[in-house]
């Protein structure tokens, strides 16, 4: 490094690392006066300051981490035990040297420092590469800081972790910055809302930093599954690097830039040859394998379908989807059992052999870290895979992820805005746009029992796509313990007595699960006010939302209508006395929307109501509009009708 | 066809179902098992367990059942390992795998800082099937303080043909033990000093997944005369292993000196024993916190009141040990006490003394009934046990010995007492105010100490919103204050806020939202309840009573309730009493329909006249 740079770099420091010390021990009077964050009122712990640096030396990454957490609450103690992982392997790939921690605090106003020993920090080997270093703090009491700093060695260059900005606990201030030598070029790839919208950014002589403050400790959220996609983060890819001539020895400085990340089209054929390799392009072992399957005749479709089910129930799914394949195919077809990456390219064999034109796309699926696809060509962004094929013109998605999935079904988590399509020479993103109208109709037909007295309500719920598919998984979990279908519905303990559960599968042939049961209330005749809500199974008649304020979008994950039909059959002797009242809602931009009908057709009542999520994502903003909305749809969902026995004149 | 009917009767166990209904039900089996253990313990205390088993695994979802996880630690070593994996139809051997092939990984606990527990496994796998799968391994435990316990049918759906087990032992040593469900033989006979016994079931019935496990045979043991370390002891009696593990922890109650005058200092001026005990506690559970460090002997024997001092944590050994240095120093002498912990764990053996422990409490023994001190809780009175550890027996440990006795129920009803005061206010539209106030004693107020001690305000405003008797609370204040008494748990609970939809409107009337919380599961958890809850609600001028309101009064044995509305100007009383007491052993079915039964008595709708609204549906 020459002295010019030297200079820069000793001016540019400060400046990055203005508005917080981020060095041990300098601790502020306003972070000794700190009792809670105004923000995030009651968080046992904050993280005061996070501060990380990153260097590139001798081909290694070095990043220098420094932690400052102050203590608020009894329970906020737990905090005071650190667990830092990291992936040793057998050539340590990750190592973490020169830990160093102190605990600061207040004795009779003064501040008291203690350093910690050896005694203090634990290194856990947790088996297959990975180890855990722990540390302990002592002393640690309401109000105690707790400082510690490590430097972590990655000998890993192409793809660095970068810095994950949120914790389980408020962070108010968090600050990364990473030095680029001049002869490597990465690309940033940068997400989540706080990032976009409020980081602090720098860029100079190679130096980058992002600061963020004051962000809320990420904690579960109902609706929202893959909240790790929406963490706030920034993680760097090698896009090209300066080699010397002729040394060959890796990403030495020299005077040629070597692309290293090429364009799509080549990294789609690179994984094209290791499929290749893996032997799950060669047609002749799976035509082998298919001899006693009759695939002759019939459409593509047909012969698609036919080939799905074959390897869906002649092959134990087992292991985790990954783009990367443990077997080749040959071991594929003798042991009988893959992981699902390895099942849908020996699908795709089969439907090749047969000439269909089908290819893998990769995806970066929900809950892997990315809630958009990053527009240059890198592959850790992709963790699965699913096909695109064309069906006698028709383009069609395809899965094998899950065993109980009909034909067509693509796992959830793989329905993402777009994927890569692997297609020699010519591999491209492309959008995913799977559609499917997982709806659910509930017909409900209400009668009193003269006989009996009882109030039956014969209910029907009809479970399409996606619906149904998640009730066929019930289903059979509840078939695997031996529990009877009555469980399909949580016990309530109230009045209404669930009866004659009948399940129809008719998911393969008609995208539909049928659910028929009775809901009964006893000596409902006996009542001369019978007061009962008509829709009975709603999940939407309480309400979801109770929290006061949302840190991630609401994700519904697709689209659906849920119609709810119950017909009244007056008994004799009773007449309609009261009712719900006719209503229709939605919220700003209607991405949600809900109506609710009352019609009197004479012998018949009839209840309609209906939600429409139109629009699956909900950002936070929208969140208190939800709220309200949810509560209006809880409440008339939830409303009663009133029948009253007609007074027989004398 | 002769090889297909073989096939299926070799998957499947026919069973004669016990009840007169004879419900023939077969239970898939995955694999065959013959199994030997021989388990040799020595004179000096240390012990070998070789276990070798031959399987047949029929299909691919019996090959987790050859599956081998080998425990070892400080203390235990795995000694050798083999396997051998042969396909039945060629007869050729497919793996063959030794100790040095077995994967290791430590056991991962969340609460755990540091200890030494690992394993050593191997997984098997086969492409075909059937396939035989022999196993031998031997491990080497330098104590005979815990024994393997035996269980000839290790996995369900799977078929043991037989399955032996043999113990040897120096008979001066001796050996206790308690056989479960075992209908097989036994044999002993002794040689040279050394016992020799065998247990040997062949046929065992197929279990499946949903199999009771108070029927699972099993073969508990426990030594006679035993040593961890350089600590001998006898467990003859509970006696014997509670003066052994005095002797474990003695010496380590050594409190340092700046310590023990600055918790004196504390007591200055204070008599009564419980309010001694009571600062002290307190003091413990605001300056140290839960630590779990375990390594070696170091799970048995408690870290030292000094070490505790130093680094203001330990776990459940260590802060019970300071706390009871703390009370020797204040002259209140208390006992280190050893229970089996967990919110719903089966009660331990009490005619096997032996090491069934997991978890130690204090005892502070009084002239009328101990105080019990849960030292690792930093949110529960002093005298106080939660689930973790009531109602269940416990070994109090003294240095000239020890005996078994049974920790508080809290059964009785001022154990589990609710009470609730609401006024609430509506407005025409339907909306209200309201303003609560709640009591929860005993168990019911643990939730709430909770709730007030680990959540944040998001979380605690959510906690009020999810559990509010009336969905959609939108809580502007609210209060938590913890006022126990003595150790009788007592939470209070103030909030007010704002309720959308508190009625509904239907075409004609006004209906109030059922507003008197519905009754769970969690409300019989204790055996008993006594809940009060009383609402003042003011209505709208326009509002009037629609027919009578309704009136419930309930006076059985164990269940009294009441019900009473009554209304004064626009202010309506409502008032509910529920009084109950459960009988001991309160199956599922029974307990569903209590609830049931509580619920629809008092899910009564309160209405009134809606002269404003004047839709009518639509005809």
């Given at each position: ?37 105004p923000?995030?009122?009651?968080a ?35 905090h ?8 040793a ?8 040297t020169g830990?160093?921690?102190q ?42 800081i ?15 972790d ?15 910055q990473i ?14 809302a ?10 100079d002589?190679?130096y980058?930093?992002w ?34 001539s ?11 830039w070597?692309d290293?990340?090429n ?30 399957l ?14 799905y ?8 799914n ?15 077809l ?23 034109e089908?290819n893998?796309?990769?995806?970066g ?10 527009p240059?060509?890198?592959l ?15 383009t069609q998605?395809?899965?094998?992820s ?20 692997l297609e ?5 993103l ?25 109030l039956?309500i014969?209910?029907?719920i ?38 004659n ?28 006010l ?20 949302r ?14 039909t ?10 309609l ?28 009542v ?18 208190g ?26 | 066809m ?11 166990e026919?069973f ?41 695994v ?24 083999e396997v051998?994996?042969?396909d ?14 077995m ?29 035989e ?12 303080f ?8 290790p996995?369900?759906?799977?078929k ?5 087990f ?7 040593l ?20 050394i ?7 062949k ?5 499946p ?5 108070d ?6 043991l ?27 922890n003695k ?22 024993p419980?309010?001694?005990?009571k600062i ?7 300056n140290?916190r839960y ?12 870290m ?12 459940c ?7 009871k ?29 032996s ?7 204090l ?6 009934q101990?105080?019990?001190l ?14 973790f ?7 109090v ?12 129920a809290?059964v ?27 009591q ?23 906690y ?7 969905s ?5 204040g609210?209060?938590?204050d913890?006022?126990n008494k ?38 019989l ?15 709208p ?11 419930v ?11 009473e509305i ?5 202010i ?15 199956e ?6 209590l ?19 004047t839709q009518?549906?639509?005809?």
């Amino acid at each position: 490094m020459n002295r010019a740079l030297l200079i820069v770099i000793a001016v540019l420091l400060p400046l990055l690392s203005s508005g917080q010390s981020v060095k041990m021990g300098e601790i502020s009077q306003e972070e000794m006066d700190l009792k809670e964050v105004p923000y995030e009122t009651g968080a046992g712990a904050v993280y005061l300051a996070s501060f990380g640096d990153s260097r590139i030396f001798n081909g290694s990454l070095e990043t220098q981490y420094f932690h400052r957490v102050k203590i608020l609450t009894e329970a906020g103690k737990e905090h005071a035990d650190i667990r830092i992982r990291y992936f040793a392997g057998t050539n340590n790939v990750e190592n973490l040297t020169g830990m160093k921690a102190q605990i600061t605090n207040l004795e009779g106003g003064k501040p008291v420092v203690t350093k910690l020993d050896k005694s203090n920090f634990f290194d856990i080997d947790l088996g297959d590469g990975l180890k855990e270093l722990r540390i302990s703090f002592p002393n640690a009491q309401v109000g105690s800081i707790l400082e510690y700093s490590y430097k972590k060695g990655d000998k890993n260059i192409e793809f660095l972790d970068g810095w994950t900005f949120q914790k389980s606990v408020p962070v108010m201030y968090s600050e990364y910055q990473i030095k680029i030598p001049d002869h490597l070029e990465y690309k940033t790839i940068s997400q989540g809302a706080n990032l976009y919208s409020r980081a602090e950014r720098k860029s100079d002589y190679g130096y980058f930093s992002w600061i963020l403050r004051d962000l809320y400790g990420l904690k579960e959220e109902p609706f929202m599954r893959n909240y790790r996609d929406y963490v706030d983060r920034v993680e760097f890819q090698l896009s090209r690097y300066r080699s010397g001539s002729g040394s060959g020895s890796g990403y030495t400085a020299g005077p040629e830039w070597t692309d290293f990340l090429n364009n799509w089209e080549k990294l789609g054929d690179e994984l094209i040859e290791y499929y290749t390799t893996k032997g799950f392009y060669r047609t002749n072992p799976i035509e082998r394998e298919m001899l006693s399957l009759d695939l002759g005749g019939g459409t593509q479709l047909e012969k698609a379908k036919t080939a799905y089910y074959y390897i869906r129930d002649n092959f134990v799914n087992e292991g985790s989807d990954w783009i990367y394949t443990d077997q080749t195919l040959p071991q594929l077809l003798k042991s009988k059992k893959g992981a699902p990456g390895e099942l849908i390219l020996a699908y795709m064999g089969i439907l090749r052999s047969l000439g269909i034109e089908c290819n893998p796309v990769l995806i970066g699926s929900k809950g892997y870290g990315r809630s958009e696809i990053v527009p240059f060509p890198f592959l850790s962004q992709f963790d699965e895979i699913l096909l695109i094929a064309n069906l006698d013109g028709q383009t069609q998605f395809l899965d094998l992820s899950d065993p109980m999935a009909p034909f067509g079904y693509v796992d959830l988590d793989k329905h993402v805005k777009g994927g890569l399509l692997l297609e020699k020479n010519s591999s491209r993103l492309i959008p995913i746009d799977i559609k499917h109208a997982s709806n659910k109709l509930v017909y409900s037909s209400i009668n009193l029992d003269p006989e009996t007295g009882e109030l039956l309500i014969d209910n029907t719920i009809r479970n399409f796509f996606y619906e149904g598919l998640d009730y066929v998984h019930r289903v059979k979990n509840l078939e695997n313990d031996n529990k009877p279908m009555e469980d399909l519905f949580k016990e309530s303990y109230e009045a209404f007595e669930i009866r004659n559960v009948k399940v129809t599968d008719q998911l393969e042939e008609k995208n539909m699960v049928s659910v028929q049961f009775q809901s009964v209330l006893k000596d409902a005749g006996e009542q001369d006010l019978l007061v009962f809500n008509p829709l009975q199974i709603s999940e939407f008649a309480k309400n979801p939302f109770t929290q006061d304020f949302r840190v991630f979008p609401v994700d519904f994950e697709y689209s659906f209508k849920e119609t709810y039909t119950a017909n009244i059959n007056l008994p004799e002797g009773y007449e309609l006395d009261d009712y719900p009242t006719n209503e229709t809602i939605t919220i700003p931009g209607a991405p949600i929307a809900f109506t609710f009908l009352t019609e009197n057709l004479g012998e018949v009542v009839k209840i309609t109501a209906k939600l429409e999520v139109r629009s699956p994502l909900i950002q936070p903003e929208s969140y208190g509009d939800l709220k309200f909305f949810m509560e209006s749809v809880a409440s008339k969902l939830a409303s009663p009708v009133i029948l009253k026995k007609i007074e027989k004149s004398l | 066809m002769l090889a297909f009917l073989l096939g299926f009767l070799w998957f499947t166990e026919s069973f004669v179902a016990d009840d007169t209904s004879k419900i023939l039900q077969e239970i898939p089996y995955y694999s065959i098992l013959s199994q030997n253990q021989t388990l040799t313990v020595n004179p000096d205390f240390t012990y070998t367990l070789v276990v070798e088993s031959t399987l047949t695994v029929n299909t691919s979802d019996g090959i987790d059942h050859a599956y081998s996880r080998l425990f070892y630690d400080k203390l235990n070593e795995v000694k050798s390992f083999e396997v051998e994996v042969t396909d039945i139809l060629t007869g050729k051997s497919i793996k063959k795998a030794r100790l040095k092939d077995m994967g290791d990984a430590a056991y991962y606990s969340s609460s755990t800082v540091f200890d030494d527990n690992r394993y050593k496994y191997f997984e098997v796998s086969a492409a075909k099937f059937p396939v035989e799968v022999k196993i031998k391994s031997e491990v080497f435990s330098k104590t005979n303080f815990f024994l393997p316990k035996w269980t000839p049918i290790p996995n369900y759906h799977q078929k043991v043909t037989e399955s032996s087990f043999t113990v040897r032992f120096p008979t001066e040593l001796g050996l206790k033990y308690k056989e479960l469900n075992l209908k097989g033989n036994k044999t002993q006979d002794e040689e040279l000093g050394i016992t020799s016994i065998t247990w040997t079931e062949k046929d065992l019935p197929v279990q499946p997944k949903d199999f009771d496990s108070d029927e699972d045979p099993k073969l508990l043991l426990a030594p006679v005369k035993f040593a961890l370390d350089t600590y001998v002891g006898e467990m003859e009696s509970w006696s014997g292993l509670a003066s052994w593990q005095s002797e474990l922890n003695k010496g380590r109650d050594v409190l340092p000196g700046d310590f023990r005058e600055k918790i004196l200092r504390l007591l200055e001026g204070v008599n009564d024993p419980y309010e001694k005990i009571k600062i002290l506690y307190t003091y413990l559970q605001k300056n140290f916190r839960y630590v779990s460090i375990q390594l070696g002997i170091g799970g048995w024997q408690t870290m030292t009141a000094a070490d505790v001092v130093k680094y203001s944590y330990g776990d459940c050994k260590g802060l019970t040990n300071l706390m009871k240095a703390m009370l020797e120093a204040a002259g209140i002498p208390s006992n280190y006490t050893l229970v089996y912990a967990g919110a719903k764990a089966d009660d331990i053996e009490v005619d096997l003394p032996s090491n069934q422990f997991n978890h130690v409490i204090l005892q502070v023994p009084t002239p009328t009934q101990p105080i019990w001190l849960e030292c690792t809780s930093n949110l529960l009175p002093a005298g106080y046990l939660g689930d973790f550890t009531r109602d269940r027996h416990v070994l109090v440990t003294k240095p000239d010995g020890g005996y078994l006795t049974k920790t508080p129920a809290y059964v009785s009803e001022e154990w589990n007492e609710i009470r609730s005061q609401s006024k609430v206010v509506i407005d025409p539209q339907g909306n209200a105010k309201i303003d609560t106030k709640q009591q929860f004693f005993g168990n019911f107020a643990t939730e709430i100490l909770y709730v007030k001690g680990n959540l944040d305000e998001r979380q605690q405003r959510d906690y009020l919103n999810r559990n509010s008797s009336v969905s959609g609370l939108i809580v502007e204040g609210y209060q938590f204050d913890i006022v126990n008494k003595d150790s009788l748990p007592v939470a209070e609970l103030a909030f007010d806020g704002f309720l959308q939809k508190f009625s509904q409107a239907t075409a004609k009337r006004i209906i109030l939202r059922p507003f008197l919380g519905k009754l769970g599961p969690d409300h019989l958890a204790n055996k008993s309840l006594k809940q009060v809850d009383e609402y003042e609600i003011q209505l709208p001028e326009a509002w009037q009573p629609d027919g009578n309101f309704p009136h419930v009064s309930m006076d059985e044995e164990n269940l009294t309730g009441l019900l009473e509305i009554t209304m004064e100007g626009d202010i309506l009383r409502v008032r509910r009493e529920i009084s109950l007491k459960i009988p001991e052993k309160l199956e599922k079915s029974e307990e569903t329909a209590l609830l049931k039964k509580i619920n629809t008595t008092f899910d009564r709708t309160i209405l009134f006249s809606n002269t404003t609204i004047t839709q009518s549906p639509n005809e």
